[in-house]
């Protein structure tokens, strides 16, 4: 089954503990990126993969790091969480920018 | 960045009404994507529009590209209570970079 996979789903932690996300698709997409989605905000990208190695900022990269060293995997790192980064996660990927993302299930994440 | 504007921001209508959801932005888009997403999931694909002035059907869902490719709208026609959920378009702007509508939350009332 064709599908992008996010771990964890659900996180609670506490401010500067460093933690990851995983993102991995099945589908053999160039395109990976990373979205929080907040009340009234909608879905921000955070950053974009067009390819291994090739990553670029999107809308709200602050406090994000990524790294795509392989095509399926595109991981979301916090290095210092702080509360403001407290939001619903998701990951998506394509055969490019625009075409349609397909959408992980959302890993919702609490700084405290 | 560019500009863009969905409305209206929450929709609660009854069962059996129609309605219609906005998409608009201050720039062209090369295409765009209308989404539905439901709580505890991604959001998933509805249609992709591409040419300006174009239409898409998909059962009771009308999906309507503007002429001059900066607006989009979806009409849904004897709205059901499974059509429930947040909307989402996401246009393309011609770069790689993507950017959502804050989306319309659409309750449909038995």
């Known amino acids: 089954e064709a599908q992008v996979t996010q771990n964890p789903r659900y996180l609670i932690t506490v401010t500067g503990k460093k933690l990851t996300v995983t993102c991995s698709q099945n589908?053999?997409?160039?395109?990976m990126s990373w979205y929080r989605q907040d009340p009234g905000l909608g879905l921000r990208q955070i950053y974009y993969s067009m390819n291994v190695e090739v990553t670029d900022k999107g809308d709200v990269p602050e406090g994000y790091k990524v790294s795509r060293k392989e095509k399926r995997n595109f991981p979301l790192i916090l290095e210092s969480p702080s509360p403001n980064q407290t939001s619903l996660y998701f990951c998506?990927?394509?055969?490019?920018?625009?075409?349609?993302?397909?959408f992980g299930d959302g890993t919702r994440l609490s700084i405290l | 960045t560019q500009l863009l504007e969905q409305s209206p921001q929450f929709l609660s209508i009854q069962e059996g009404e129609n309605l219609t959801v906005y998409c608009n932005s201050s720039s062209v888009f090369s295409s765009l994507q209308w989404y539905r997403q439901e709580p505890g999931e991604g959001p998933v694909l509805l249609v992709t529009?591409?040419?300006?002035?174009e239409v898409k059907k998909l059962k009771r869902l009308t999906f309507q590209f503007g002429d001059a490719r900066k607006d989009s709208s979806l009409h849904i026609t004897a709205a059901q209570p499974g059509d429930t959920g947040l909307y989402l378009c996401g246009p393309n702007f011609g770069n790689e970079k993507l950017t959502f509508g804050t989306g319309t939350r659409l309750t449909i009332i038995p």
């Open positions: 529009v591409v040419t300006g002035g």
């Open positions: 589908m053999n997409h160039e395109y």
């Open positions: 998506a990927s394509s055969f490019g920018g625009d075409q349609p993302q397909h």
